[in-house]
């Protein structure tokens, strides 16, 4: 049995810390440009983390399902145990976006855990019943197939290959499939049909899974990490001249591009934690990275009770909580900017706090 791979759980941490800071500004009219995703094509700091996630969940499942399985009993309760999980996550995500109001009639049928719980699902049956190079295969078989039907299939009224808001063919799927219930009215950047290249997103993670189990001695790892995820940047980038890299439409561009981007960062973690054993600086991060799937729910939670509640502002007018606490404790003496900025600091401050507890007590929710 493989012992835990702490560089791992520390780039859990960061790509869950950073989710949270970049989910919390203290008002949405004040963030700074890294902060914030790219209005459309392009990216920023902040749209490499989602991806960073899915791709961590595909290195972890490497490790979880190594060792293969030739009891049938077995293998059944381990299909039963993936499909558990998966549905627990979908399920706390239709939690969350109905939360507080619980309106059935426009809740969010997708968002960020049902794309984990999706992804979670399809990349670990795949990677059950495939060899190495069936993963891969099946990776780049999605992507070049999401490829094809965005750019080759026509959108009534748009034709084929416009990768506009509102004519691009993922949008065209789920206004008709997910009417009434996305983000937004025509289009939601976790779609069903742009969860097709995030699976291959999981798949590269199981991919460089197997690689960290390898024989290959651990600065050879770190090396072709790098090396990897360098030619993996490039190719991104390429593709993106007839592709565009995209979040909102998770294009194949972007998932190449920010899976070399996401081997860069554990290939960095790889190398001071396992390589040159310097563990101390990842504390706060391996604390993080033990509930990430917990501090994700519970901050969301949170955020969303503090916007229910009202209470009177200075003009007489009922504003939320959220915004009094951003206006009154941080606003006030930092400005809007920075004050904003601080909030989400604070958020990240405090949800380390709470999951420091946790670890202190050796609790570590498992979903």
């Known amino acids: 049995m493989k012992e835990r791979l702490i560089s791992l759980d520390a780039?859990?941490?960061?790509?869950?810390?950073?989710?949270?800071?970049?989910?919390n500004p203290g008002s949405w009219s004040y963030v700074y440009g890294p902060l914030s995703h790219a209005k459309w094509h392009g990216w920023t700091p902040t749209d490499l983390i989602f991806p960073f996630f899915l791709f961590i969940i595909g290195v972890a499942m490497s490790f979880s399902l190594f060792q293969p399985i030739e009891d049938a009993t077995?293998?059944?309760?381990?299909?039963?145990?993936?499909?558990r999980r998966a549905l627990i996550i979908y399920g706390l995500g239709l939690f969350m976006a109905a939360y507080p109001k619980f309106n059935l009639s426009t809740l969010r049928l997708v968002g960020v855990l049902p794309r984990i719980a999706i992804c979670y699902l399809v990349a670990s049956l795949i990677t059950l019943n495939t060899s190495i190079r069936g993963q891969a295969g099946v990776?780049?078989?999605?992507?070049?197939?999401?490829?094809?039907?965005?750019?080759?299939?026509?959108?009534?009224?748009?034709?084929?290959?416009?990768?506009?808001?509102d004519g691009n063919f993922?949008?065209?799927?789920?206004?008709h499939l997910l009417h009434g219930h996305m983000w937004k009215a025509n289009w939601d950047p976790e779609g069903l049909l742009s969860t097709i290249p995030a699976i291959?997103?999981?798949?590269?993670?199981?991919?460089?899974?197997?690689?960290?189990?390898s024989r290959l001695d651990k600065k050879d790892i770190a090396g072709?990490?790098?090396?990897?995820?360098?030619?993996?940047?490039?190719?991104?980038l390429f593709w993106d001249i007839v592709f565009p890299i995209n979040k909102s439409l998770w294009t194949s561009s972007y998932v190449v591009f920010t899976a070399g981007a996401a081997l860069q960062l554990l290939g960095f973690c790889y190398w001071l934690i396992d390589?040159?054993?310097?563990?101390?600086?990842?504390?706060?991060?391996?604390?993080?990275?033990?509930?990430?799937?917990?501090?994700?729910?519970l901050s969301g939670i949170v955020v969303r009770s503090m916007i229910w509640i009202k209470i009177a502002g200075p003009d007489g007018k009922s504003i939320t909580l959220y915004t009094w606490i951003y206006r009154n404790l941080f606003a006030s003496w930092a400005g809007a900017m920075n004050?904003?900025?601080?909030?989400?600091?604070?958020?990240?401050?405090?949800?380390?706090?709470?999951?420091a507890i946790l670890y202190r007590k050796r609790i570590f929710i498992k979903i």
């Open 170 to 175: 993922a949008a065209y799927i789920d206004s």
């Open 339 to 355: 004050g904003s900025l601080a909030f989400a600091i604070a958020n990240v401050l405090f949800w380390f706090g709470m999951m």
């Open 275 to 297: 390589v040159k054993g310097h563990t101390k600086w990842a504390r706060f991060a391996v604390i993080y990275g033990m509930n990430s799937i917990t501090v994700f729910f």
């Open 11 to 23: 780039f859990r941490g960061i790509t869950i810390a950073g989710m949270i800071l970049v989910n």
């Open 224 to 236: 072709w990490m790098f090396i990897v995820g360098w030619v993996a940047i490039l190719v991104g």
């Open 200 to 213: 291959a997103t999981t798949l590269l993670g199981v991919l460089t899974g197997h690689l960290l189990h």
């Open 139 to 165: 990776a780049i078989g999605l992507l070049i197939l999401y490829w094809g039907l965005m750019k080759l299939v026509p959108v009534p009224g748009f034709g084929a290959g416009d990768l506009s808001v």
């Open 74 to 83: 077995a293998r059944k309760k381990l299909y039963l145990k993936i499909v």
